[in-house]
């Protein structure tokens, strides 16, 4: 469900590890792969996009992406919660702290609940985009 580079998203992810990583913050080599963990029932497909190099992490669930989480550091997070029940259980995942703490996070709702996305945005999600362009087939 989350297909090709989608320009917005990349730019918005590109600002967000820019901004989340502070200047006395170590950060690998600028040219260095950006390490994405994407959560979606479908992997992304990010290769021909010209704002890589990346490194695709996939999870399928919440509980998957908990333990990702924990076993290596990323530089972003990719959301993709198609439903209301997936964009509350996001407003409740324990991890999120954990996620937002160490990398940008974005998530990808169509017609999100406002005191939903308010919450994600206070925890420290960086955005709840909709679904435009090729992020949704």
């Known amino acids: 469900r989350l297909p090709s580079g989608d320009d917005r998203f990349l730019t918005l992810a590109r ?4 901004r989340h990583h502070e200047p006395d ?4 080599l600028m040219n260095a792969p950006i390490q994405i963990l994407c959560i979606s029932a ?3 497909d990010l290769w ?18 908990a ?8 530089d972003a997070v990719l959301i993709d919660a198609p439903t209301p029940a997936a964009l509350s259980a996001l ?5 999120l702290l954990h996620a937002v703490l160490d990398a940008a996070v974005v998530v990808v709702s169509p ?15 960086q955005d709840v985009l909709p679904p435009t362009g090729s992020l949704r087939a």
């Open 15 to 18: 600002r967000a590890v820019r």
């Open 25 to 28: 913050r170590p950060r690998p």
């Open 42 to 44: 479908q992997p992304a």
């Open 48 to 65: 021909g996009s010209p704002y890589g190099p990346f490194v695709l992490h996939q999870a399928a669930s919440l509980d998957e992406a």
């Open 67 to 74: 333990r990702d989480l924990q076993s290596r550091p990323h």
């Open 91 to 95: 407003a409740g995942w324990p991890a």
């Open 111 to 125: 017609e999100p609940d406002v005191g939903v996305v308010l919450a994600l945005l206070q925890s420290g999600v």
